[in-house]
């Protein structure tokens, strides 16, 4: 007699436990009072949109200045526009200290209160919970803009990947140095020992293939423990690279370029916009005559619409918050998020796969922080274009060229689709 | 060979530094008993002091001032925290110092930021050159400063009334006690040791080209398999250890390059803790414990 209870409850048991599981994901949450259908994180009065980043660990200088960039555009929206489908959004922050673990936590807390990540940083992170994006069909931007984290379900990148960054970059510097048939240029990469950094690795010799003149010299990587990039350095040297693309995190930065000072080795430095942090200017002074940064979309420094928009959004939102090029990466994203939410408002369908429908196909423009992008059917690069910038003397980048798109990143991009 | 040479000696550098930290991980160790698993946050908080006082005065002045601050916040952290724990289980101490350590890691992203700033190293970006080997002048200075330091704490164990109370102390603290030792200022004295020898390392751990950031503190933990190998009660050890892995971190990024995807040298240090301990549990120049049970 005992036992059916005991089965009943343990089924009971059970299916509760699937129904809370269920209650991360892209459940509804009714219909709004204007006929809007809505998903998690959407009332009459809200939509809550969650940005989960790095706020405290290694990479929290560019996570704090990338949400800043989410939250002034969201701000402004509010502010200005009284919201979008008359609802006013919210943002929810989530540190993850860059930890997958934490990542995995904080993810799972925010899924059931939000409808989309407005901005996810770290592809390490953005992998742990891949099966989690999956399943509650959740619309995700991601700001660690590089292919593996492109070629995730229902994962979003709206700018050029790192990727394109460096193939740009070196394509300019061997036209700089006079790379030719006649004229070969040594060059050198260095790039993590990881996943990553063998994806960076595999973009810069497929442009150094397709870019006549180059020949590529040395290629040592790094680990985070690193502090001392003595073999690094001497690697490059010995080789005779002339040119040395850095597929590396602001938290190299100075510990290769400073030391490259001090062995007397002054190549031209190229690398990805993700590597650069503005707090790096002063104690780098004096040894960045040639370093450039191949940015994917534009720096503070420039004078167009969308920055201006963007500082004063900035001004009002956060006024004593220090500049740093990482929040126009935010902006850009905070602007996808409106132009989706706005296109699923019109469609009357606040739910997750209300706004994967709006982003499907999506035109954005940016007012020339960058060029306009198609979002496409999301699993393509949005742009090839990038610009080349030199640090200015507060550390904010300054362009030296407009924006360009290399054939070698487009041959690039149609191999690794094959 | 010049290119050896140039890691060798970067790595004795590097790991003098580590040296130093491992020193004071040792030095509260024997004094007080506690695994103080938040000195990678005193080491932290010294290069923001010297950072905040360097524009302030000149760069001796900056270093003793930051010596004062630090070693003032060791002394309350020790009195207040740690010195009603003694006696408790390692357990108990061992988490008590890891709330001690996020407590002063987000007091230090509180006051400075998650950002990183200058270098705070006596000495600037210029170099040395010795034959074809470029020497840097902060790992030079990280050198020469290491050693003078070393041997300091080194004659003020062996010669000095408080040297000889603070191993006595270590040794057996109910023998102390009979002796007329005050154990409690033991105590304090070793932390407040370790506390200088966190802002030394500070200064050269976050020397050109290196920087300041919160990230310094967890760098600074680098220096566990140090005292591991050397031996968890071994002033020389924690040298010999710091030594170690400086070295095998330096050389092993050029020459074990190529294997295990370049990420062996980063791991190393960690597998020659492993097979000390399985060896050598005390470590290299450890005592073997023995008790009566």
Redesign the interface.
């Known amino acids: 007699m005992l036992k059916k209870p005991l089965t009943a409850v343990a089924v009971a048991s059970l299916m509760t436990l699937a129904a809370c599981g269920n209650s991360a994901g892209s459940g509804d949450s009714g219909t709004g009072a204007d006929g809007v259908a809505m998903g998690p994180g959407v009332t009459d009065d809200e939509i809550s949109v969650t940005v989960i980043s790095d ?2 660990g ?1 990479i ?2 560019g ?2 200045a990338g949400s800043l960039g989410v939250e002034a555009k969201i701000d402004q929206v509010n502010r200005e526009q009284g919201g979008i489908c008359g609802r006013k959004v919210v943002v929810d922050k989530r540190d993850t200290k860059y930890d997958p673990q934490i990542t995995t936590q904080q993810y799972r807390a925010a899924a059931p209160k939000n409808l989309m990540v407005a901005q996810f940083v770290g592809t390490a992170g953005l992998n742990a919970v891949r099966a989690n994006i999956e399943r509650d069909k959740m619309p995700t931007l991601s700001a660690s803009i590089n292919t593996q984290t492109l070629d995730l379900p229902n994962v979003y990148v709206a700018m050029p990947p790192f990727e394109v960054e460096l193939i740009n970059g070196l394509t300019w510097a061997a036209k700089e140095a006079g790379a030719s048939a006649s004229k070969k240029v040594k060059v050198g990469f260095v790039t993590s ?2 996943e990553t950094g063998k994806v960076y690795l595999d973009a810069l010799n497929h442009a150094a293939k397709a870019t006549e003149g180059l020949e590529v010299v040395a290629q ?9 990039f ?3 350095v ?2 490059l040297k ?1 080789a005779g690279a002339e040119i040395v693309m850095l597929g590396v995190t ?2 190299q930065i ?2 290769i ?3 490259s ?4 080795y002054k190549p031209t430095f190229v690398s990805s916009s993700g590597a650069w ?1 503005s ?2 200017g ?3 002074k004096g ?1 960045l005559d040639k370093y450039y940064v191949s940015g994917g979309y534009g720096t503070l420094n420039d004078d167009n619409a969308g920055i201006q928009a963007l500082t004063k959004a900035r001004k009002a939102y956060a006024p004593d918050a ?1 500049p740093d090029n990482f929040e126009v990466g935010g902006w850009i994203n905070g602007t996808v998020v409106v132009e989706a939410l706005r296109k699923a408002c019109e469609a009357k369908d606040l739910t997750r796969e209300g706004v994967m429908k709006a982003m499907t196909g999506l035109k954005v423009s940016f007012d020339d922080i960058l060029p306009p992008i198609d979002l496409g059917d999301g699993n393509s690069i949005v742009s090839f274009q990038s610009r080349i910038n030199k640090i200015g003397a507060d550390g904010v980048q300054e362009p030296v060229a407009e924006f360009f798109e290399s054939e070698a990143a487009k041959s690039w991009d149609a191999a690794r689709r094959k | 060979m010049t ?1 050896f040479l ?2 060798g000696f ?2 004795i550098a ?1 790991g003098l530094v580590y040296g130093l930290i491992a020193l004071g991980f040792v030095i509260m160790f024997k004094g007080s008993h506690t695994f103080n698993f938040a000195h990678g946050q005193f080491v932290a908080i010294g290069a923001y002091v010297v950072l905040v006082l360097l524009p302030r005065m000149p760069y001796v002045l900056a270093f003793i001032g930051a010596v004062a601050i630090t070693v003032g916040l060791a002394l309350v952290v020790e009195r207040l925290l740690i010195r009603g724990l003694i006696g408790r289980s390692v357990t108990v101490v061992v988490l008590a110092t890891l709330g001690i350590s996020t407590m002063l890691h ?1 007091a230090v ?1 509180m006051v400075w ?7 705070v190293g006596p000495v600037g ?1 210029g ?1 040395t050159k010795v034959g074809s080997v ?1 020497l ?1 002048n902060s790992a030079l200075a990280t050198v020469a400063v290491s050693v003078v330091v070393l041997a300091a704490v080194a004659w003020f164990f062996q010669r000095t009334r408080h040297g000889l109370a603070l191993r006595a102390t270590a040794s057996s603290q109910e023998a102390a006690l009979a002796q007329g030792i005050d154990v409690g200022r033991m105590f304090a004295l070793s932390w407040a040791l370790a506390a200088f020898l966190a802002v030394t390392a500070s200064i050269f ?1 976050a020397s ?4 300041v ?3 310094i503190g ?2 600074a933990l ?1 220096a566990i398999p140090a005292i591991v190998i050397g031996g968890m009660d071994s002033l020389m050890g924690a040298v010999v250890g710091g030594l170690v892995v400086g070295l095998t ?2 050389l092993g ?2 020459y074990l ?1 190529d294997i295990g ?3 062996l ?2 791991v190393l240090p960690y597998v020659l803790m492993l097979l000390v301990l399985l060896v050598r549990p005390y470590g290299l120049f450890g005592s073997r414990s023995i008790e009566r049970v």
């Open positions: 706020f405290s290694p929290a200088q996570g704090i020992a990881d040592p990587t790094y680990t985070n423990a690193d502090t001392d003595t073999a690094q001497n690697s010995d602001p938290a100075a510990g370029i400073g030391q000072a001090q062995f007397g942090a707090s790096l002063k104690p780098l040894l220090k | 290119l140039q890691l970067q790595g590097l987000n992203l930021g998650v950002g990183s700033h200058d270098s970006a170099t470029v840097p751990l050109f080209p290196r920087v950031s919160p990230s967890d760098l680098i971190q330096v990024s050029n390059s995807g370049g990420r040298h980063e």
